[in-house]
């Protein structure tokens, strides 16, 4: 019986330790694959928020860090893409998170000019309610494209809110939520932008992301 105990015990301990094998075996060789593909899915997004007519070169190889949790969103730094065109800034793409989304973290990331308009907005990530929350994607619905053109005239802009708040966005039926957090990180990070415009298309290439 103490034998028969044993030698199952054995085979399930063998069999534990091929499948983790196994599995790391697989993430070793899908992780290159992996980050090469999200590294393909940022470049077509920088390239939907910046015309290529706006810049001269590419997006991903001139990213900063900014570290700033009450316009981020998050207590972590996050990169920002700079737009240049013959060395001259254009342009600048800021991921952002909306901490207070229904279902968590929101993130997203905002294409502006160096005037401060908005040239166009992109979800990356989320874990809002199919069906509801979710109408952030563009594959859902097309309502990210009502940040396009605007500008946020001062950190008290009141046109920056949904319309159940007195502001100009859409909320979504049956979930004001997750627009409302979204609109408010949006409008966090153009009022980053606008008080710090010179110094953030000035500054270096500093950061290398990690596609993990």
């Known amino acids: 019986m103490k ?6 015990g054995l085979l399930l301990g063998l069999f534990a330790l091929l499948c983790t094998a196994f599995v790391a075996v697989v993430n070793y ?56 065109n013959q060395s001259i800034p254009v342009a600048i793409a800021m ?5 207070d989304g229904y279902n968590g973290n929101i993130k ?16 990356l990530s989320h874990a809002e309610t199919p069906g509801l929350g979710d109408k952030i994607d563009l594959r859902k619905s097309d309502w990210v494209l009502s940040f396009n ?17 007195g502001g100009d966005f859409d909320q979504f039926t049956g979930a004001t939520i997750t627009p409302r957090a979204y609109v408010k ?14 110094i953030l298309l000035k500054r270096p290439a500093n950061c290398e992301v990690d596609y993990r």
């Open 108 to 123: 997203l990331i905002i294409g502006i000019d160096s005037s401060g308009k908005v040239l166009g907005v992109r979800t």
């Open 95 to 99: 991921e952002a998170i909306a901490p």
């Open 29 to 84: 060789q899908t992780v290159d694959k992996i980050k090469q593909q999200q590294q393909l899915q940022l470049k077509r997004t920088l390239h939907q928020l910046i015309p290529d007519s706006m810049h001269d070169n590419e997006l991903t190889d001139y990213c900063i860090l900014i570290h700033d949790e009450d316009a981020m969103g998050i207590d972590m730094p996050l990169p920002a893409y700079i737009a240049t």
């Open 3 to 8: 034998n028969s105990i044993l030698k199952n």
């Open 185 to 198: 990180a949006v409008r966090n990070a153009l009022n980053y932008f606008n008080k710090n415009n010179e």
């Open 149 to 165: 053109q605007k500008m946020l005239q001062s950190d008290t802009d009141k046109r920056w809110k949904v319309k159940k708040d």
